[in-house]
C-alpha cells in the first residue's frame, strides 16, 4: 500500500499539472505583466476575519505589498506568453506549505475555437472581450496571481465605455471584460443569458452562481442525451418493424 504522504503528493501534481494544462490554452492578452503586483518579491499573507456564525479567524483574502485579493474577488492569471487566465477567488488554503487557492475558470472564445468540434459552438455574436463562466476550477498557487480583473454586464460596460472601447491608455485595458453566459466547455453547452450584476454580487453568491452554471449546463447535455436515446430508440423500432 502506498505511503499516505507519497500518495497526497502525486495527488497535488496531477492537481497542478492539469492547472498548468488549463493555463497553457487561449488566455487573454496581457502587455503589462505584473504591473499591480511590482516587481519587489514579497510574501504572500493572508487576511483573516472573524466569523459572524462561530467567531472563530478565519481566511477571507491574501495579500502581497500593497495588493490585496479577497474571496470572490477576479484576478488574473500568469499564462504561457503575453497572455493571462481569469479566475474566480472561492477558496484559500494550504498545500504543501504553499498558499494557494482554488479558482473558478472564466473561458475565452478563443479558447472554444480551439479544435473542429468546438468551432460548430463558438457565438457569432461573441466579443472581443467577451468571457464564459464556466464549472471548471483548480487550485493554484498565490504566486500565480498577475493583478485584478473586472468582470460586468453587457450593459454596464457599455455604459461605462459607450464607444464599446477601453483607451489603451486606461489603466483598465486588458482588464475589463463582458460576461452574460456560462459554459461547460467540455459539454459545449451555454447557460441561458444572463445579467451579472443580478447573478453575481461578491463572495455571499459563489455558491449561488456554481449552482447556476452547473445546473444550466447540466440540464441541457442532459436533455440532448435524451434526445439522443429517443432517437436511437424509434431507430431500433422502425428497424424490427420493417419486414
Same mark, same amino acid.
Given at each position: 500500500?502506498?505511503?499516505?504522504?507519497?500518495?497526497?503528493?502525486?495527488?497535488?501534481?496531477?492537481?497542478?499539472?492539469?492547472?498548468?494544462?488549463?493555463?497553457?490554452?487561449?488566455?487573454?492578452?496581457?502587455?503589462?505583466?505584473?504591473?499591480?503586483?511590482?516587481?519587489?518579491?514579497?510574501?504572500?499573507?493572508?487576511?483573516?476575519?472573524?466569523?459572524?456564525?462561530?467567531?472563530?479567524?478565519?481566511?477571507?483574502?491574501?495579500?502581497?505589498?500593497?495588493?490585496?485579493?479577497?474571496?470572490?474577488?477576479?484576478?488574473?492569471?500568469?499564462?504561457?506568453?503575453?497572455?493571462?487566465?481569469?479566475?474566480?477567488?472561492?477558496?484559500?488554503?494550504?498545500?504543501?506549505?504553499?498558499?494557494?487557492?482554488?479558482?473558478?475558470?472564466?473561458?475565452?472564445?478563443?479558447?472554444?475555437?480551439?479544435?473542429?468540434?468546438? +468551432?460548430?459552438?463558438?457565438?457569432? *455574436?461573441?466579443?472581443?472581450? #467577451?468571457?464564459?463562466?464556466?464549472?471548471?476550477? =483548480? @487550485? /493554484?498557487? $498565490?504566486?500565480?496571481?498577475?493583478?485584478?480583473?473586472?468582470?460586468?454586464?453587457?450593459?454596464?460596460?457599455?455604459?461605462?465605455?459607450?464607444?464599446?472601447?477601453?483607451?489603451?491608455?486606461?489603466?483598465?485595458?486588458?482588464?475589463?471584460?463582458?460576461?452574460?453566459?456560462?459554459?461547460?466547455? +467540455?459539454?459545449?453547452?451555454?447557460? *441561458?443569458?444572463?445579467?451579472? #450584476?443580478?447573478?453575481?454580487?461578491?463572495?455571499? =453568491? @459563489? /455558491?449561488? $452562481?456554481?449552482?447556476?452554471?452547473?445546473?444550466?449546463?447540466?440540464?441541457?447535455?442532459?436533455?440532448?442525451?435524451?434526445?439522443?436515446?429517443?432517437?436511437?430508440?424509434?431507430?431500433?423500432?422502425?428497424?424490427?418493424?420493417?419486414?
Amino acid at each position: 500500500m502506498p505511503h499516505k504522504t507519497n500518495l497526497r503528493k502525486r495527488i497535488n501534481a496531477a492537481k497542478t499539472e492539469r492547472a498548468r494544462d488549463f493555463l497553457r490554452k487561449g488566455g487573454v492578452s496581457r502587455e503589462d505583466s505584473d504591473d499591480e503586483l511590482g516587481y519587489e518579491d514579497y510574501p504572500w499573507e493572508w487576511v483573516f476575519a472573524q466569523s459572524k456564525e462561530t467567531g472563530v479567524q478565519k481566511i477571507v483574502g491574501a495579500c502581497m505589498g500593497s495588493f490585496q485579493c479577497m474571496l470572490g474577488d477576479c484576478v488574473l492569471l500568469k499564462a504561457e506568453s503575453n497572455e493571462a487566465w481569469v479566475g474566480l477567488i472561492c477558496d484559500f488554503q494550504v498545500e504543501e506549505e504553499e498558499k494557494m487557492a482554488n479558482f473558478m475558470w472564466f473561458s475565452t472564445p478563443k479558447e472554444i475555437s480551439r479544435g473542429r468540434r468546438n +468551432k460548430q459552438i463558438l457565438r457569432s *455574436d461573441a466579443l472581443p472581450n #467577451e468571457l464564459y463562466i464556466t464549472p471548471a476550477s =483548480d @487550485i /493554484n498557487p $498565490l504566486a500565480s496571481i498577475n493583478g485584478k480583473a473586472t468582470v460586468m454586464s453587457l450593459a454596464a460596460f457599455a455604459a461605462k465605455y459607450p464607444s464599446g472601447k477601453i483607451p489603451r491608455s486606461s489603466k483598465h485595458y486588458g482588464k475589463t471584460f463582458v460576461c452574460r453566459r456560462g459554459l461547460d466547455t +467540455k459539454t459545449a453547452f451555454y447557460t *441561458d443569458d444572463f445579467v451579472w #450584476e443580478d447573478l453575481y454580487k461578491g463572495e455571499q =453568491d @459563489i /455558491n449561488k $452562481l456554481i449552482r447556476f452554471v452547473e445546473a444550466q449546463t447540466q440540464a441541457k447535455a442532459g436533455a440532448t442525451r435524451k434526445r439522443r436515446r429517443d432517437r436511437e430508440y424509434e431507430h431500433e423500432e422502425h428497424e424490427a418493424s420493417s419486414p
